[in-house]
């Protein structure tokens, strides 16, 4: 609980720092605040392991600065570095900490981020497309999104303060337009913070509450699994979910809020900005704005707490979830992934590496596929009582894959699964094989009668308004006549 204490002093001095940001003069005055805050943050969290993310920062500088295909380069370096971050205690190093854990995360999507933005500007000035789009809100070729940073721009980008430890994750263009801003000043900051902080006490008090129920540690207690049922066990997934997903929401709540103190991913809401892309209709931003302009912080927003706990489907909760991430890799990994059938799978492997070398989370997200493809069956126009079954059974399967980030090890995790007997798994495939059955055999068939009761009806209609008129299709008046 200790680390969680100072994550949450860490936030509120990013909080209130945020106030002093748009007080400083545009310019290199609020570029080289922010980043000795940033260092500042680093050394007292991190102490001597501060040295990871200073390599991988100037690692990469280096390198988008001084290499072709630079994307290319800084995603093998920075992974490469990754795995050799998470392993230091094979080399004879200490293990790093929870803090520069969580400051090597957010690195990783950055430093590969900008290299991306200065190899598409690249590509785009060429006249080229980075990946095939069809998507106009989405579109990969707008001029607006161009980039040109020197050095020290990708190191002061990568030392801000804001987000360093929890995210969001904000492009280099997002944190350029802020450090340059001169409109800071007139955005409603503060309204916007007390807006996006009025849950947080919710959250944290059930956090609380139920930390102190339900422990993460009894999965890995031998005596859980032996005084305890099955159904019991399947109740404590459920709890442990809860409290998973409350301090998640603190933290990232309050991370968006730093953002938005600072104006950080303030834009005019007429551009219609989205997270972690920026405005998606930058030609309607106007030249200047004023106390009047209605500015939407959209651009860092991470989480949808009502879309995650209420939406139906699998998919649809994934993407109100940590959303800048989502942006991420789904710029920069599912779209250029060449084969469509395996970007999902390629995605979620890479957001297992990106997590970490645990076992617990290769299983959980590459369990996420078959959850997905267990869901697709249902059809959007399903009753309302058929979506409040699949809600039901989308939160027991989150429930169930989150385990693997609860018990982070191989081992823990499929003891954990195996006592429940795989539910999860029962489940879905349950669900795969149905959904074959219906989609080929009995939906076929139920049209099949459906199309057989209307042109039934359809000829009986037909006779009845023949009979009406007098049609000469009635026997006995042909017999008459």
Same mark, same amino acid.
């Given at each position: 609980m200790q680390d969680e204490y100072q994550y949450f002093i860490a936030l509120v001095a990013s909080i209130a720092l945020g106030w002093a940001i748009p007080r400083l003069p545009a310019g290199p005055p609020r570029q080289w605040m922010c980043s000795g805050m940033g260092l500042f943050l680093l050394v007292t969290f991190c102490g001597p392991q501060t040295l990871h993310p200073l390599i991988t920062i100037f690692g990469n500088a280096a390198i988008i600065i001084s290499v072709r295909n630079c994307h290319t380069w800084s995603t093998i370096f920075t992974f490469g570095y990754l795995a050799f971050f998470r392993s230091v205690t094979y080399f004879g190093l200490k293990e790093t900490n929870e803090f520069c854990n969580a400051v090597q995360l957010i690195l990783t999507l950055k430093t590969i981020g900008v290299a991306f933005e200065v190899h598409d %500007?690249?590509?785009?000035?060429?006249?080229?497309? +980075?990946?095939?789009?069809? !998507?106009?809100?989405?579109?990969? /070729? =707008? +001029?607006?999104?161009?980039?040109?940073?020197?050095?020290?721009?990708?190191?002061?980008?990568?030392?801000?303060?804001?987000?360093? /430890?929890t995210g969001p994750y904000f492009k280099f263009k997002t944190y350029n337009d802020m450090i340059r801003s001169h409109a800071l000043h007139v955005m409603p900051r503060i309204t916007m913070t007390k807006q996006r902080l009025r849950?947080? +006490?919710?959250? /944290?008090?059930?956090?609380?509450?139920?930390?102190?129920?339900?422990? *993460?540690?009894?999965?890995?207690?031998? =005596?859980? *699994?032996?005084?305890?049922?099955?159904? *019991?066990?399947?109740?404590?997934?459920?709890?442990?979910?809860?409290?998973?997903?409350? =301090?998640?929401?603190?933290?990232?709540? /309050?991370?968006?809020? !730093?953002?938005?103190?600072?104006?950080?991913?303030?834009?005019p809401a007429v551009s219609k900005p989205k997270p972690g892309y920026g405005p998606t209709e930058p030609? =309607?931003? +106007?030249? %200047?704005?004023?106390?009047? %302009?209605?500015?939407?912080?959209? %651009?860092?927003?991470?989480?949808?707490?009502?879309?995650?706990?209420?939406?139906?489907t699998v998919r649809a909760a994934m993407k109100s979830w940590n959303m800048t991430v989502q942006y991420w890799l789904a710029w920069h990994v599912y779209r250029r992934v060449p084969y469509k059938s395996i970007r999902t799978a390629v995605v979620m492997f890479v957001s297992a590496y990106w997590h970490g070398l645990h076992g617990g989370y290769y299983v959980g997200l590459l369990t996420v596929p078959l959850m997905l493809a267990a869901e697709d069956w249902v059809p959007r126009d399903a009753p309302r009582w058929a979506k409040a079954i699949n809600w039901f059974l989308r939160m027991r399967a989150f429930e169930y894959m989150v385990v693997g980030f609860i018990c982070l090890t191989y081992d823990r995790t499929i003891r954990y699964w195996s006592s429940i007997y795989y539910v999860g798994h029962v489940l879905a495939i349950g669900f795969l094989v149905f959904g074959h059955v219906y989609r080929h055999f009995l939906r076929p068939k139920r049209r099949q009668d459906e199309m057989d009761a209307t042109t039934s009806g359809a000829a009986d209609q037909q006779l009845r308004h023949s009979d009406t008129n007098g049609n000469l299709t009635n026997p006995g008046k042909l017999h008459t006549q």
């Open positions: %500007t690249q590509l785009r000035r060429r006249g080229i497309a +980075p990946f095939p789009s069809n !998507s106009a809100s989405f579109s990969c /070729m =707008k +001029p607006f999104m161009d980039v040109a940073p020197s050095f020290m721009d990708i190191v002061n980008y990568c030392l801000c303060y804001i987000g360093m /430890m849950m947080v +006490p919710v959250y /944290m008090a059930c956090f609380f509450i139920l930390s102190s129920l339900f422990s *993460y540690s009894m999965l890995w207690d031998d =005596k859980f *699994y032996e005084e305890t049922t099955f159904l *019991y066990r399947c109740f404590y997934m459920v709890a442990l979910f809860v409290i998973f997903r409350m =301090k998640l929401y603190v933290a990232w709540l /309050m991370a968006e809020s !730093s953002c938005i103190m600072a104006g950080l991913g303030l834009y030609e =309607k931003l +106007p030249e %200047t704005v004023d106390r009047s %302009t209605e500015f939407s912080y959209e %651009t860092i927003y991470n989480i949808d707490e009502y879309e995650v706990e209420f939406v139906p």
